[in-house]
């Protein structure tokens, strides 16, 4: 059995790490390639784009691929909905992995904003120094703000455009509450921006904006394909992967 794994997350590496070594089974993780030195999963790798939906389906008929696995970020934009047409085209089962998105507890002050761009349009009002926490992509819709002060943390150094008066922290989570604090505090941070990314290893930021009484502007989850079954957790494609076929036991 061949499974393709469309990844990059924890989660992805998570399901390969426990899919890795099965006797029977083949395991393929694809990786966009938008982020030098990924944190590589065993098993296969390959990195890079599928061409569209037509490539995607031509891999899995060239490849024999018999189960899809969407794993990929929910921001990664159209891949989900390529997967679901790619999928629907070859005839091969597809399961989405998608962990849940954060909900606000008591003291938590989140402003929804629908994309990057509305984001930016609520700033004015709500701070002077924003700590950006949305990755070095889409940096352009907060270019115009020269009023406000950015510390723009992301795994890879943006490019332009981007906001003229702007610090970049070069860094991957799992980020500490303790750690998170003492940024906020030493860079005076008035106001968080951050995608509804969901997770534990960049949650602890929320919780620092919660102690200091900072807003938060969440930019809402894209839509996904609907009809894609998804569970939330990798533990949960194991079992889904393993209903589809009887493997051999282990030694």
């Known amino acids: 059995m061949h499974v393709l794994i469309l990844g990059g997350t924890t989660e992805a590496r998570r399901l390969a790490e426990l ?3 099965t006797p029977g089974l083949t395991v393929t993780s694809s990786l966009a390639g938008r982020v030098a030195g990924p944190r590589l999963p065993p098993g296969e790798v390959r990195i890079g784009g599928f061409g569209g939906v037509e490539g995607l389906t031509s891999w899995l008929v060239e490849h024999r691929v018999d ?7 929910p921001f990664a934009g ?3 909905f390529h997967a679901a047409r790619a999928a629907a085209t070859a005839h091969v ?7 849940p998105g954060w909900v ?24 002077r120094r924003v700590f950006l926490t949305t990755g070095r992509m889409g940096l ?5 703000l020269d009023d406000l002060w950015f510390l723009v943390r992301s795994v890879d150094a943006p ?5 003229l008066r702007m610090e970049v922290l ?12 003492e940024l906020l505090r030493r860079h005076r941070v008035d106001v968080v921006v951050t995608k509804d990314s969901g997770g534990a290893a960049t949650a602890p930021k929320l919780t620092a904006a919660r102690e200091a009484g900072l807003p938060v502007v969440m930019v809402r989850r894209p839509p996904f394909p609907e009809g894609v079954r998804e569970v939330g957790e990798p533990e949960e494609a194991v079992r889904w992967i393993r209903s589809r076929r009887t493997f051999p036991a282990a030694d």
Do not use: M
């Open 104 to 127: 606000p507890v008591a003291g938590d002050d989140w402003r929804e904003a629908g994309s990057l761009e509305e984001a930016a349009t609520l700033l004015p009002a709500l701070g």
């Open 78 to 80: 159209t891949i989900g």
């Open 19 to 21: 899919l890795h070594g």
């Open 159 to 163: 490019e332009a455009p981007h906001p």
């Open 170 to 181: 070069l860094d991957r989570g799992p980020f500490t509450l303790d750690g998170e604090r």
């Open 140 to 144: 352009a819709a907060f270019a115009a």
């Open 93 to 99: 089962p597809l399961l989405a992995v998608r962990r």
């Open 67 to 73: 189960a899809l696995i969407d794993a990929t970020h």
